[in-house]
Nanobody, 121 residues
Framework: QVQLVETGGGLVQAGGSLRLSCAAS????????MGWYRQAPGKQRELVAT???????NYADSVKGRFTISRDTAKNTVYVQMNDLKPEDTAVYYC???????????????WGQGTQVTVSS
C-alpha cells in the first residue's frame, strides 16, 4: 500500500505564513512529479504547484511569488511554503504524487487525504 500524509494546515491571519508537508510511504519504487492542489467550498480542485523529480517547479498564477514548492527526494516528501496568505487561499489542500509502486510497471496518481488551510481577513 501507498500513503500520502499531509501536515501543517491550520488557521492564519491574512499576510501570515504556513508550511505544508506531505510524506509518501509504503511500497514505492520511484516518484516522478509531486504537487499540491486545493479545493475551496463550491469550487473545483485546482493546481497550486508541482515539482518534477529534477526539482523544477510550476505554479498557478494566483500563487506565484508567494508560494514555494520543494521536495526531499530521499524522504519522499514534498513541501509548500506559503507566504503572504490571502483569504482566497482558504481551501482544503491535497498532496499528489505520480509514482510507481514496487513490482509495478507503470506510474499512477496518488492523493493525500487533504489538510484545511483557513486564512482570516
Amino acid at each position: 500500500q501507498v500513503q500520502l500524509v499531509e501536515t501543517g494546515g491550520g488557521l492564519v491571519q491574512a499576510g501570515g505564513s504556513l508550511r505544508l508537508s506531505c510524506a509518501a510511504s509504503g511500497s514505492i519504487f520511484s516518484i516522478n512529479a509531486m504537487g499540491w492542489y486545493r479545493q475551496a467550498p463550491g469550487k473545483q480542485r485546482e493546481l497550486v504547484a508541482t515539482i518534477t523529480s529534477g526539482g523544477s517547479g510550476n505554479y498557478a498564477d494566483s500563487v506565484k511569488g508567494r508560494f514555494t514548492i520543494s521536495r526531499d527526494t530521499a524522504k519522499n516528501t514534498v513541501y509548500v511554503q506559503m507566504n503572504d496568505l490571502k483569504p482566497e487561499d482558504t481551501a482544503v489542500y491535497y498532496c499528489n504524487a505520480y509514482l510507481r509502486r514496487s513490482g509495478s510497471s507503470y506510474y499512477i496518481n496518488y492523493w493525500g487525504q487533504g489538510t484545511q488551510v483557513t486564512v482570516s481577513s
